[in-house]
């Protein structure tokens, strides 16, 4: 696998939909800059898609290098880029490209967070490299980062927006005060929203993006199973307006975070809605935008924002690892490989130690305050505030909206419990995590 | 020069200041994490200090190991990390250290904006790393992420808030209106400025770091020497409240742009105090903080933000480094070198092209304006918007504010030239570069 000095490289591309067009329209445009950069000159020799007859007239190479066999492709390339996307067969060419001595670049999400270890395994067995800073935040630079940049330092939280769909849509909930469904429609008609918009909203694609951010950060292998997810599918306008009211904006995070559980060291690693003050620097991210908070022992806190998605933002993260490993093929070497020595428990949700904004309605007469008061601390979890608001033309109820100090999600679950069954409480109406705070 | 297995790396600290303290602390008391995550222990073989007999208890080594031969000590490292700053002896420790086989972590802007070639020819001669992440943004991954992440990508714009000591005085004196000389006393007295502020206030640090910055960015060799540098001295309190007027904050802001001069490719690179619109990312950086914006074809914008400067932050750039080239002695490979290939020219600051804030005193009367408006169109400096405010109490002056369309500094300077020898004209209040919006 030595590199003939002068001998161009070979790259196999796997995909040609909106990313991978824009890669190898960005392979050809840029050849010269990447030659000079990469140290030897890369050349396309096939493009893998479904449909190969298809007319790509956006796609300035010769007709004849797309193909439907990948399989065959990937075995005559030095760096194979995985722009395919879902678990088969990607995974499987990407393997198979590793065991033919080809590095790989890949924007898989998903199959990263299912099974990254199984391709770092391969990637180190074959001695070849495996690079996916297009798999988290688009183009943002955010993988190499906290892989290299931080490594002499110790992470003890990343808390991201990484989804930008559903940004998006709490954006969007937050200037028209509309309500969730609506609201994804109007995103689906403007292309921020696929049509299935489930693994978005579900917040299934934001945890395969904790899950990548966690094991580097923590050297921990962490898999999409292992976080703990909800989506936005319940935060309604109420929830928006009471944030508001709190002078807080509900953002989709996902969020790995150094824990102590029973006296040692862990991981917690979910993916939920929460209230962000305005003043943080991830509420002020708008749109379909994407940003990630770090914190870390001695750098302290650092940000990265950019475009999370779209076909030139992702095909500029591809690009980089692409010269990145062509480098190494040319002047030798190889990137840092999979790092999991720390293998730190991942605690579960009841485990995970944050703030709380519960709103109730309630009868307004004396005592009920007291009550719920009593409910807290009943589970240990200590109140900051409470605040009493009347409801405007019923003068026998009222609303309470509390914000709780740092308690476990088990301990606050048992606490909502309770305050549903308390006689003055007509309604817990909404419960909502508060970060950044 | 090839490491044995199982062997430590012998690791020679140059300076023990501010930083080197931060980065000998970090490396005995996270041995451990960095040996797993370099592939060997980093044994700190000794510390070159100007007194090495003085006693800091914060250094949690062996007394003995503090020498003033630095000469000597470098011969006998493979990894030496040099916080000692200044050009010399820096200078010829880092060129003797690699003479002698060791890579190299530095976070000495000054040296590397002013002979960064020289260091890298010896580095790429002797087959060894230079790293010097820590030179621009202390803890913000930002070297990294334009020389490897964006290497597939074509950078357009660099532009940084990269020094925290003229940051905290310009968001000061946006906060109380004080003036400019009030202002920095008070950062002194902070601990935010140093006795003699010079290198910060007048924008020397800045152009160091805007120098390595675009040689990065644009694989071209830029040197402190090419920056236009102007320091945050003239700006006053005026200026200030002008600029808030406008919806804009006064920010020193660190430019390297991509420019067409004379229908070639060129770049342009300089430091200025600039107004930045308050929606602007960069507007929010407060106080010490530091931020760099860049703007890329594919990727669109990215922000960094983080913290600037202080032991802890910039010894986490430095340890990543560390890691970085420990990886390498140990599983092979070298770090990207220098890329000059593209050699763009630098334009002089005449040719740099952006917007401009003009108030000028004037007195009220008609045709004030078309004479004002004249002298614009002579120079061809197109006006966006003109603003005319009475000056109260004084009946016959008024306050003209001009902002431009994107124009030349020469065009720009030529005009403030002749609107300063116009009847009506009584001053030139003030002239302030508008960036970001
Ligand atoms: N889109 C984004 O903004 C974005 C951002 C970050 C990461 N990513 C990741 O990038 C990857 C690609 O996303 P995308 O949006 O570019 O997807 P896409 O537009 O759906 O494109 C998928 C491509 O793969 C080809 N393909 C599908 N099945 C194949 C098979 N069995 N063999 C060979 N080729 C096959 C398709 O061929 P045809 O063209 O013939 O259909 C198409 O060219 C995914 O992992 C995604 O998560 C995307
Ligand atoms: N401070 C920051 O926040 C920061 C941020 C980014 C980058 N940097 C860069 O980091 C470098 C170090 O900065 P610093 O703030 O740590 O400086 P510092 O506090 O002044 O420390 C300088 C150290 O170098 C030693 N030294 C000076 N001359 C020497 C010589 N001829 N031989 C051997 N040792 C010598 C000093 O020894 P003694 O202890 O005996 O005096 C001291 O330990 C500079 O390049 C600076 O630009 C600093």
Redesign the interface.
């Given at each position: 696998m030595a590199h003939e000095p002068g001998a161009p490289l070979r790259v196999a591309l796997l995909g040609c939909g909106v990313v991978g067009s824009?890669v190898a329209r960005?392979l050809v445009e840029?050849a010269d800059?990447?030659a000079?950069?990469?140290g030897a000159r890369l050349e396309i020799v096939g493009i893998a898609v479904r449909r190969p007859q298809r007319p790509r007239p956006d796609v300035p190479v010769d007709p004849a290098l797309f193909t439907a066999d990948a399989e065959e492709l990937v075995t005559r390339a030095d760096v194979v880029i995985e722009v395919i996307g879902g678990i088969d067969p990607a995974r499987a060419l990407i393997l198979r490209a590793m065991e033919h001595g080809a590095s790989v670049v890949s924007a898989n999400k998903a199959l990263l967070a299912e099974d990254g270890p199984t391709l770092y395994d391969t990637a180190a067995r074959y001695g070849v490299d495996l690079y996916y800073?297009a798999a988290v935040a688009g183009?943002?630079?955010i993988l190499?980062?906290i892989q290299?940049?931080?490594?002499?330092?110790?992470v003890r939280k990343v808390m991201g927006i990484v989804n930008g769909t559903t940004n998006f849509v709490l954006d969007a909930m937050d200037v028209s005060g509309a309500g969730f469904a609506e609201t994804v429609a109007q995103a689906q008609a403007l292309g921020y929203a696929e049509a299935d918009p489930t693994a978005d909203i579900e917040g299934f694609d934001a945890a395969a993006k904790a899950a990548i951010l966690a094991s580097l950060a923590f050297?921990t292998r962490v898999s999409a199973a292992d976080v703990h997810r909800e989506g936005i599918t319940e935060v309604t306008a109420a929830d928006i307006r009471a944030a508001r009211e709190n002078d807080c904006v509900v953002k989709l995070l996902a969020i790995c975070e150094r824990v102590t559980a029973d006296g040692t060291d862990a991981v917690s690693v979910r993916v939920h809605p929460a209230m962000v003050p305005r003043s943080h620097?991830l509420a002020?991210v708008r749109e379909a935008f994407n940003a990630v908070f770090v914190e870390?022992?001695?750098?302290?806190?650092?940000?990265?924002?950019?475009?999370g998605a779209?076909g030139?933002?992702t095909?500029?993260?591809?690009?980089?690892?692409?010269?990145?490993v062509a480098?190494?093929r040319v002047?030798?070497?190889?990137g840092?490989g999979e790092?999991a020595?720390?293998d730190l428990p991942v605690v579960d949700m009841g485990q995970a130690v944050t703030r709380y904004h519960i709103s109730l309605d309630v009868a307004d007469r004396p005592g009920v305050l007291a009550q719920v008061a009593a409910a807290f601390a009943d589970h240990g979890v200590s109140i900051e505030t409470v605040r009493q608001q009347a409801v405007a033309g019923e003068g026998e109820r009222a609303k309470l909206i509390v914000v709780t100090h740092r308690a476990s999600d088990a301990a606050l679950s048992a606490t909502v419990s309770a305050l549903g069954s308390l006689d003055a409480v007509d309604d817990v109406a909404s419960v909502m995590r508060v970060e950044g705070a």
């Open positions: 824009a960005m840029q800059d990447l000079a950069r990469a800073e183009a943002i630079p190499r980062p290299e940049s931080l490594a002499g330092d110790h050297h620097p002020s870390s022992a001695a750098a302290g806190e650092l940000m990265f924002y950019g475009r779209g030139d933002p095909a500029s993260a591809v690009l980089g690892d692409v010269v990145a480098r190494h002047a030798g070497g190889r840092p790092s020595y720390a």
